[in-house]
Protein backbone atom coordinates (compact mmCIF):
# COMPACT_ATOMS: atom_id res chain seq x y z
CA UNK A 1 0.00 0.00 0.00
CA UNK A 2 0.85 3.60 -0.35
CA UNK A 3 -0.37 6.36 1.03
CA UNK A 4 -0.50 9.85 -0.50
CA UNK A 5 -1.26 13.11 2.01
CA UNK A 6 -1.67 16.56 -0.04
CA UNK A 7 -0.82 19.96 1.26
CA UNK A 8 -0.81 23.58 0.42
CA UNK A 9 -4.34 24.50 -1.29
CA UNK A 10 -6.41 27.56 -0.18
CA UNK A 11 -7.62 30.71 -1.33
CA UNK A 12 -5.46 32.77 -4.10
CA UNK A 13 -6.63 36.08 -6.59
CA UNK A 14 -6.72 35.68 -9.81
CA UNK A 15 -2.85 35.64 -11.33
CA UNK A 16 -1.65 34.51 -8.12
CA UNK A 17 0.08 31.15 -7.57
CA UNK A 18 0.38 28.41 -5.13
CA UNK A 19 2.23 25.07 -4.51
CA UNK A 20 0.61 21.73 -3.91
CA UNK A 21 2.75 19.03 -2.02
CA UNK A 22 2.21 15.61 -2.23
CA UNK A 23 3.90 13.38 0.50
CA UNK A 24 4.27 9.54 -0.25
CA UNK A 25 4.18 6.68 2.64
CA UNK A 26 4.44 2.84 2.51
CA UNK A 27 5.64 1.14 -0.59
CA UNK A 28 7.36 3.70 -2.31
CA UNK A 29 9.62 1.08 -4.12
CA UNK A 30 6.14 0.13 -5.79
CA UNK A 31 5.40 3.37 -7.29
CA UNK A 32 5.68 3.75 -10.99
CA UNK A 33 3.81 7.20 -11.97
CA UNK A 34 2.83 10.06 -9.79
CA UNK A 35 -0.11 12.56 -11.25
CA UNK A 36 -1.80 15.49 -9.90
CA UNK A 37 -5.83 15.16 -10.89
CA UNK A 38 -8.47 18.04 -10.39
CA UNK A 39 -12.43 17.57 -9.98
CA UNK A 40 -14.31 21.40 -9.87
CA UNK A 41 -17.76 21.05 -8.79
CA UNK A 42 -20.62 19.53 -11.14
CA UNK A 43 -17.49 18.14 -13.64
CA UNK A 44 -15.68 14.96 -14.27
CA UNK A 45 -12.53 14.54 -12.67
CA UNK A 46 -9.87 15.76 -15.34
CA UNK A 47 -5.76 14.92 -15.07
CA UNK A 48 -3.49 17.96 -14.84
CA UNK A 49 -0.08 16.49 -15.06
CA UNK A 50 2.08 12.84 -14.15
CA UNK A 51 5.67 12.41 -13.29
CA UNK A 52 7.88 9.38 -13.50
CA UNK A 53 9.12 8.18 -10.34
CA UNK A 54 12.01 6.54 -12.07
CA UNK A 55 13.00 8.60 -15.19
CA UNK A 56 11.27 11.65 -14.23
CA UNK A 57 9.61 12.40 -17.99
CA UNK A 58 6.26 14.71 -17.45
CA UNK A 59 3.39 14.78 -18.89
CA UNK A 60 1.28 17.97 -18.60
CA UNK A 61 -2.80 17.82 -19.18
CA UNK A 62 -3.40 20.80 -21.46
CA UNK A 63 -5.15 23.10 -18.67
CA UNK A 64 -1.82 22.96 -17.30
CA UNK A 65 0.64 23.66 -20.22
CA UNK A 66 2.77 26.58 -19.44
CA UNK A 67 1.25 27.31 -16.17
CA UNK A 68 2.04 24.11 -14.19
CA UNK A 69 5.06 22.66 -13.11
CA UNK A 70 5.33 19.30 -11.65
CA UNK A 71 8.64 18.16 -9.68
CA UNK A 72 9.59 15.21 -7.40
CA UNK A 73 12.10 14.41 -4.90
CA UNK A 74 12.81 10.52 -4.40
CA UNK A 75 14.94 11.13 -1.04
CA UNK A 76 11.58 12.83 0.39
CA UNK A 77 9.30 11.20 -1.03
CA UNK A 78 7.34 14.20 -2.16
CA UNK A 79 5.31 15.53 -5.83
CA UNK A 80 5.31 19.36 -5.78
CA UNK A 81 2.97 21.08 -8.16
CA UNK A 82 3.97 24.62 -8.97
CA UNK A 83 0.83 26.97 -10.03
CA UNK A 84 1.45 30.06 -11.81
CA UNK A 85 -1.21 33.02 -12.97
CA UNK A 86 -4.39 30.66 -11.57
CA UNK A 87 -7.77 31.07 -13.35
CA UNK A 88 -11.09 30.77 -11.37
CA UNK A 89 -11.43 28.00 -13.76
CA UNK A 90 -8.73 26.24 -11.89
CA UNK A 91 -11.13 26.39 -8.82
CA UNK A 92 -11.37 22.54 -8.13
CA UNK A 93 -10.26 20.03 -5.76
CA UNK A 94 -6.82 18.77 -6.41
CA UNK A 95 -5.88 15.28 -6.19
CA UNK A 96 -2.26 13.59 -5.84
CA UNK A 97 -2.42 10.21 -7.67
CA UNK A 98 0.17 7.41 -7.62
CA UNK A 99 0.17 4.13 -9.73
CA UNK A 100 2.19 0.69 -9.78
CA UNK A 101 3.48 -0.16 -13.59
CA UNK A 102 1.13 -2.94 -13.65
CA UNK A 103 -2.27 -1.11 -13.13
CA UNK A 104 -0.79 1.77 -15.26
CA UNK A 105 -2.88 3.67 -17.05
CA UNK A 106 -4.84 3.62 -13.90
CA UNK A 107 -3.81 4.97 -10.76
CA UNK A 108 -4.37 2.57 -7.28
CA UNK A 109 -3.79 5.24 -4.84
CA UNK A 110 -5.79 8.36 -3.99
CA UNK A 111 -4.96 11.62 -1.42
CA UNK A 112 -7.72 12.61 0.01
CA UNK A 113 -7.54 16.37 -2.21
CA UNK A 114 -6.67 19.68 -0.98
CA UNK A 115 -8.83 22.75 -2.33
CA UNK A 116 -8.30 25.80 -4.55
CA UNK A 117 -10.14 28.23 -5.09
CA UNK A 118 -9.31 30.75 -7.35
CA UNK A 119 -10.85 34.07 -6.84
CA UNK A 120 -11.23 36.52 -9.89
Known amino acids: QVQLVESGGGLVQAGGSLRLSCAAS????????MGWFRQAPGKKREFVVR????????DYGDSAKGRFTISRDNARNTVTLEMNNLKPEDTAVYYC?????????????WGQGTQVTVSS
Open 26 to 33: GRIFSIYT
Open 97 to 109: AATRASSWPEYDY
Open 51 to 58: ISWSTGRI
